[in-house]
């Protein structure tokens, strides 16, 4: 018994070593491991760029595509991603009243022909927003259909008054910038000469240059606290319009103006500063600035009036009409940029079209890289 005992224990004790040893050699799997939502941040940021192309008689372009369109930033190039037509893209218009002594003697009939303007050129479902450049910026509609903003335009008086030119585009840039829905093409037509001396930027520079004046001694030199007062205006003024820029620039904006001083801006330097706004603004947006010769007509001679009248109702239809041809020719174009720059740095633009007819090309210069 004790024998047979012995051996069962024996064999229990080799089986068992035989399970440990196989045990030994099995490996342990490895186990699953858990299903991560991992989120992969893609480092790109969409860049809207409006595009007008026009003929060599200034009519619209229509059918492109994406592959008619060629976007480089700073000579790199970038895949576009959509193309919008004007045909299905809605339009946001801020349009822009100068409401000072300055443009007071043909404000009636600008009026009228943009009162006209709007009624052609926009559709149903596309919306204007009414603002006058006067001493403070005044937002008279917010977005509207035509008609709503025909009555709004007809409704402005002037007020010969100083004119904040440089806060009432900022005013229209950021309030389209907030309010405009996404997807739509964005423009702010001015009709101004662009001068600027109330805004608050160049208040606040005149006021600080006459407060050290005075307080460098009693009895200031008048002259020479004149000149301190001009050259602050002009520095302030300088920044402003960098500022102003950049909202157009955030905003995604195109800028158009209307100068009814037309030559005779060029007889004082606030004139042709004033100019130099509306260039700067339109050639870096992708838009345009009107420079119209206007005939005079606050003559003696009525006759003559009532002539150049007719005459400068007829120039500022054909540059109505150039400006809708060319809003009818606008696409937005949308890629997504990977490049790598800093933020708030300025990305240089460059946009070329391939169709025949070597068409105009109007299109922004560039963005600010926003935070």
Do not use: C, W
């Not at 001015?190 to 006021?207: K, L, P, T």
């Amino acid at each position: 018994m004790k024998i047979l005992t012995f051996v069962k224990t024996l064999i229990l004790a080799g089986f068992a070593g035989v399970l440990g040893s196989a045990a030994a050699q099995t490996p342990t799997p490895t186990p699953t491991p858990p299903e991560v939502d991992e989120v992969i941040k893609v480092n790109s940021r969409l860049v809207v760029v409006p595009v007008s192309v026009v003929d060599a008689n200034g009519e619209p372009v229509l059918g492109l595509t994406a592959d008619n369109f060629r976007i480089a930033e700073e000579k790199r190039n970038q895949l576009i991603d959509s193309v919008g037509n004007a045909e299905k893209v809605p339009l946001e218009i801020a349009l822009l009243f100068d409401v000072s002594a300055s443009t007071d003697p043909m404000f009636r009939f600008q009026q009228e022909t943009a009162a006209k303007f709007l009624r052609e050129v926009m559709r149903p479902d596309d919306r204007a927003s009414i603002f006058t450049v006067g001493q403070k910026p005044a937002m008279i509609a917010g977005r509207d259909t035509a008609e709503a903003a025909v009555e709004s335009v007809m409704r402005i008086t002037t007020t010969k008054g100083a004119t904040a030119f440089f806060d009432t585009v900022r005013m229209a840039a950021n309030y389209l910038r907030s309010n405009s829905p996404d997807g739509r093409r964005k423009v702010i037509v001015v009709i101004s000469d662009g001068e600027d001396n109330f805004s608050e930027g160049v208040q606040r520079a005149q006021r600080t240059a006459e407060r050290r004046t005075v307080d460098r001694g009693p009895d200031p030199d008048l002259k020479k606290l004149g000149s301190l007062v001009v050259q602050a205006q002009q520095v302030a003024k300088n920044d402003e319009r960098k500022k102003v820029l950049r909202a157009l620039q955030d905003a995604d904006v195109v800028h158009y103006s209307i100068n009814p001083a037309g030559s005779s801006y060029q007889l004082n330097k606030m004139s042709v500063f004033g100019q130099e706004n509306m260039q700067v603004f339109s050639d870096e947006t992708g838009g345009t600035a009107f420079l119209p010769r206007f005939q005079p007509i606050d003559l003696k001679d009525q006759l003559q009036n009532s002539g150049n009248m007719r005459r400068n109702t007829e120039l500022l239809e054909r540059i109505f009409r150039q400006l809708a041809n060319e809003l009818r020719a606008q696409y937005l174009v949308q890629y997504y940029s990977e490049s790598e720059f800093p933020a708030n740095s300025y990305v240089r633009l460059q946009v070329g079209v391939t169709t025949p007819g070597n068409p105009r090309v109007r299109a922004r210069q560039g963005y600010y890289v926003k935070d």
